[in-house]
């Protein structure tokens, strides 16, 4: 399934859309890699996510096509979410 798809379907974005942005934008990793919107994700891939200040990572349990919306967090296992501090901007001199 396309990584784009995957976030949506597992609501972990909410429009596709959105979610091929974050992905062209390299703030995407599937097992350690940067991943493209049309990367193949598979079940037992470990996807990160750089949300602004937050980065989660998943585990994916399942894949399906489309889901309810109270069935949509079965499609993965959280397995770390944590705050990130920005880079301290440098001051030209």
Do not use: C
Not at 35 to 42: F, I, R, T
């Amino acid at each position: 399934m396309r990584l784009d798809k995957f976030l949506k379907v597992s609501r972990l974005i909410k429009r596709r859309t959105l979610a091929k942005e974050i992905a062209d934008q390299g703030r995407v990793w599937i097992n350690g890699h940067v991943a493209k919107a049309s990367s193949d994700v598979k079940v037992g891939d470990e996807l990160t996510i750089q949300f602004g200040q937050k980065r989660v990572t998943v585990k994916v349990t399942d894949l399906k096509e489309t889901t309810k919306k109270e069935e949509a967090t079965r499609l993965y296992e959280l397995i770390r979410e944590e705050r990130t501090t920005p880079a301290p901007e440098q001051d030209d001199v």
